[in-house]
């Protein structure tokens, strides 16, 4: 079974400034990995995902994460923080089986 | 685009009733989730289906039944409701594997679409 842990759950920033967001995963099978948002009282929206190809994948809204397999992570960054990018993130693996498993998410808070 | 529709934004039931959160898709697809999302416990899977009549437990089932009657639709039912089943939940939809694979360079999410949610308040 796969597992996904995001190490910090608040990261602030301020506006401009560099956003890393970790994820590490766990995996008997080589996954496919994910990187979502969710705006409040709204549902999840994918920003990116790795499914084999390219290790560093772009996704919407100028972010971007790389599949390190040596680490088991799959960190999410974007060079300049926005105020819209405000959000809950998270991290989700699909392993051998149907199930996407999540982390338990990351509060991002982008100051001005 | 795919579309998953959850049939109720927000709810609020009294503790002992029996509760419907209802799930629809219109893709065609053969796997559909509910998750429940918790403030610092992300979201956890509490059951799947991935054909009609076909359900699996996930990893919180307890408390909690489906029922996939058709393709399309996918309901949770919480048999009794308790407050400690106040929660958000999240229905999601997929494709097949082979469709997933065949049809991910047109599919941004790989096939995975989530609903909007319902938050579910149990009093």
């Known amino acids: 079974a796969q597992s996904v842990t995001q190490l910090g759950s608040h990261v602030s920033v301020s506006e401009g400034a560099l956003v890393l967001l970790r994820c590490n995963y766990s995996s008997s099978v080589p996954p496919y990995l994910f990187w979502y948002v969710q705006y409040p009282n709204q549902g999840l929206q994918l920003l990116l995902k790795y499914t084999s190809a390219a290790t560093l994948v772009k996704g919407i809204n100028g972010f971007e994460a790389e599949f390190k397999k040596s680490e088991t992570s799959f960190h999410l960054t974007k060079p300049s923080a926005h105020m819209s990018d405000a959000a809950e993130y998270f991290c989700?693996?699909?392993?051998?089986?149907?199930?996407?498993?999540f982390g338990k998410g990351t509060k991002l808070t982008v100051n001005p | 685009d795919v579309k998953v529709t959850q049939s109720s934004r927000y709810l609020v039931k009294r503790t002992g009733e029996k509760v419907f959160l209802e799930c629809v898709q219109d893709m065609d697809h053969e796997n559909m989730f509910w998750y429940r999302q918790d403030p610092g416990l992300g979201l956890r899977l509490i059951y799947f289906s991935y054909d009609v009549k076909m359900k699996e437990k996930g990893d919180i089932p307890e408390g909690y039944s489906v029922s996939r009657e058709k393709k399309e639709r996918f309901s949770l039912i919480l048999e009794s409701a308790s407050t400690n089943q106040t929660s958000m939940y999240l229905c999601?939809?997929?494709?097949?594997?082979?469709?997933?694979?065949?049809?991910?360079?047109?599919?941004?999410?790989?096939?995975?679409?989530f609903g909007s949610g319902t938050r579910l308040t149990v009093v």
């Open positions: 989700g693996c699909l392993g051998g089986s149907e199930k996407l498993v």
């Open positions: 999601a939809s997929r494709g097949s594997p082979m469709a997933a694979v065949l049809t991910h360079l047109q599919t941004p999410n790989y096939g995975y679409t």
